[in-house]
């Protein structure tokens, strides 16, 4: 969301800039700056919410050889543990260590794997970090 804010307000800037400075349309006369400035406010708003939306809806996984790495955002609790039902099936109980109000990592040891996972409240919602390690000989 970041980057989105930041490109959008760049891209802003430089619009802002040419209907200013650079561009003169008789026609639109002191209009044109003005509708500059709307519309440069309405692309801000929607490259920020469509990239909040996406980011709210998108799980993003890395495979390694030692296990995966996943994240992903949810709203409540309930929504976290549905997300983790395929994983947590099978696993003993949770083990937790509370690092600040805000912030709070869980492990659960499962045949064949550690799953940890992390969960961190932002803003209304709560960002999920999940690291699963596999516990399986080489050989």
Known sequence: MVSSGVASLIASALYLYLAFKVLVVPIF???????????????????????????????????????????????????????????????????????????????RKCNGYELQYQVRKEGRGYRVNIKVKTNFDRG
Not at 45 to 73: C, D, H, K, Q, W
Not at 82 to 97: E, F, R, V
């Open 29 to 107: 006369g002191n209009l044109l700056p003005v509708l500059a400035v709307i519309f440069s406010i309405v692309g801000i708003s929607l490259g920020l919410l469509a990239s909040y939306t996406i980011s709210n809806r998108t799980t993003v996984s890395v495979v390694t050889p030692e296990g995966a790495e996943m994240e992903f955002y949810a709203k409540n609790n309930d929504e976290i543990e549905q997300k983790l039902s395929s994983l947590t099936q099978g696993c003993g109980n949770p083990s937790y260590n509370v690092i600040d109000e805000n912030n709070m990592i869980v492990t």
